[in-house]
């Protein structure tokens, strides 16, 4: 497609249960990363997928966040046991070098 | 691991009035610098970016950026800004070495507001 599509735009879910993010990178591009975005704390990496390559998870704040990437294109981040303070705004970006780095309009997580 | 520092957490300006956002990061090795720009209700976007060459890089919309290196910094900056340039402000670093690919470390973040 033409941008990063990301989906839902919007997810209201309870305390304890697990949601699943979507993202569609741009077509081409082999690079997908996901950040969180928290009021006052600007943009928090998350993940990092490159290719085939093993993903750098060295930014997923608990054993309850796990991302995968399917077919090197779709990726979907799965929040287990949802806690309030899960609640954010949770961006994809994709690129094929620094220059073309591409964020999706994310999806904001609210977690009562 | 490197870190980016934003000082100004929020800025109140009036039209026209000139900008400089400041950005430092902690990393000694080669780094790839950014601003990005979210206006409200809307995604990411890039402003400027600066890999290598000129330190000064201009952007888009009028903005600008200086590299300085031996004091860590890449400040944003605009000589009169508009009503329309109320956003918040992201400055970024990537550090340029493979095993990172291009993930960004940003900072906090900087909210503008211009009054007309």
């Known amino acids: ?112 | 691991a490197q870190s980016v520092s934003q000082h100004n957490h929020h800025v109140i300006l009036s039209e026209a009035a000139s900008l400089e956002l400041g950005c430092n990061y902690s990393y000694g090795g080669t780094v790839n610098l950014f601003w990005y720009v979210q206006y409200p209700g809307q995604h990411l976007q890039l402003l400027l970016k600066y890999f290598s060459g000129d330190p000064l890089v201009k952007g888009i919309k009028g903005f600008e950026a200086e590299f300085i290196k031996s004091k860590f910094s890449f400040n944003l900056r605009k000589p009169s800004v508009q009503w329309s340039d109320t956003a918040e402000y992201f400055c970024a670093v990537n550090t340029a070495r493979k095993s990172s690919g291009d993930k960004l470390t940003f900072g906090t973040g900087t909210r503008l507001a211009v009054r007309p």
């Open chain 1, 1 to 112: 497609g033409a941008g990063v599509s990301q989906s839902p735009s919007n997810k209201v879910t309870e305390k304890g249960k697990d949601v699943e993010l979507r993202c569609d990178p741009i077509s081409g591009h082999t690079a997908l990363y996901w950040y969180r975005q928290s009021l006052g704390q600007g943009l928090e990496f998350l993940i990092y997928f490159q290719g085939n390559s093993a993903p750098d998870k060295s930014g997923l704040p608990s054993d309850r966040f796990s991302a995968e990437r399917t077919g090197g294109s779709v990726s979907t981040l799965t929040i287990q046991r949802t806690q309030q303070e899960d609640s954010a705004v949770y961006l994809c970006a994709s690129s094929f070098g620094p220059s073309s780095y591409t964020f999706g309009s994310g999806t904001r997580l609210t977690v009562v």
